[in-house]
């Protein structure tokens, strides 16, 4: 914002991290179909791991009920299921449902939106996000839905990619994150997506405020693990009573 508070062009679109919601959407309907592609070719295959990780710290079972939330293509849906959950994924992009449905028919992908979720007050065991909460339009809101549907006890977990601050694994990001990343999106026609992807990193809050910001939602006992060199937080709470 400038200092009359008016946003400036640069405060707002792909480069700054920051879209409309209604963008977003229609961004992720666009690449639905390169999306689970490009995530191996610019995880080196190790996007997989990071969603068992994520789903093991929910640690639900057989009979459990868990929400993934901003569900996308449901990987990390189809990793609760794996352990035994009745699992239920939102997402607000159509497309990305249409890939879920295809790999997991077992598993109920609704439509809905992070920002107010269609579900009643403690009706899941878990609920999980993964490299979603850096897309929504209200960060604080969005947390604030997911504990609102966990029972109290239940977990909540959040997986994101995170800046890695030290050399050298820092100069290795920023090379790949600026500039490989978006030429690969430009092979994958859509430069936006991919300039998008990098800069919505950036603006993202740290572990220590993200945590923060998970116990000023309602949730105790927040604590993270940070993987894969510095660039993966996993974030776990537990609802309040
Ligand atoms: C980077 S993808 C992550 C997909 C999946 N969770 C994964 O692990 O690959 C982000 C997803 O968040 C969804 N999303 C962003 N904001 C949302 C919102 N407010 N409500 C529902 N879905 C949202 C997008 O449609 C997209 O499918």
Redesign the pocket.
């Known amino acids: 914002m400038t200092a009359a508070g008016t946003p400036r062009e640069r405060d707002f679109g792909p480069a700054s991290g920051t879209l409309p ?1 209604t963008q ?2 229609a961004m ?1 309907d666009r690449i639905a179909r390169v ?1 689970d592609q490009m ?1 191996s070719v610019m995880t080196a295959g190790m996007h997989h791991r990071w ?1 068992e990780r994520a789903a093991d710290l929910a640690r639900v079972g057989a009979g459990a009920r868990a929400l ?6 449901g ?2 849906a189809i990793e609760l299921r794996r352990r035994g959950a009745s699992v239920t994924g ?4 159509p497309a ?1 449902l249409d890939v879920a449905r295809r790999k997991a028919p077992a598993i109920e992908f609704e439509r ?4 107010a979720l269609p579900y009643d007050d403690e009706a899941f065991d878990a609920v999980t ?4 909460a850096r ?3 209200d960060l604080d809101r ?1 947390l604030r839905e997911m504990t609102r549907v966990a029972r109290p006890g239940g977990r909540v977990v959040v ?1 994101e990619i995170t800046t890695p601050r030290t050399p050298p694994l820092s100069w290795f990001f920023k090379a790949w994150f600026d500039r490989a990343v978006p030429a690969l999106g430009r092979l994958a026609a859509d430069p936006e997506a991919y300039t998008y992807l990098p800069s919505s990193v950036r603006r993202f809050p740290g572990p220590e405020e993200l945590a923060a910001r998970m116990h000023a939602a309602g949730l105790d006992r927040v604590r993270w693990v940070i993987t894969a060199g510095g660039i993966i937080a996993l974030h776990v709470g537990v609802r309040r009573a």
């Not at 993934?68 to 293509?73: E, I, S």
């Not at 939102?90 to 992009?93: K, S």
């Open positions: 919601a977003v959407r992720f999306y995530n969603r993934d939330v901003a569900t996308g293509t990987d990390l939102v997402d607000f992009a990305m809905g939106d992070a920002m996000v993964g490299f979603g897309n929504f339009a969005g997986l």
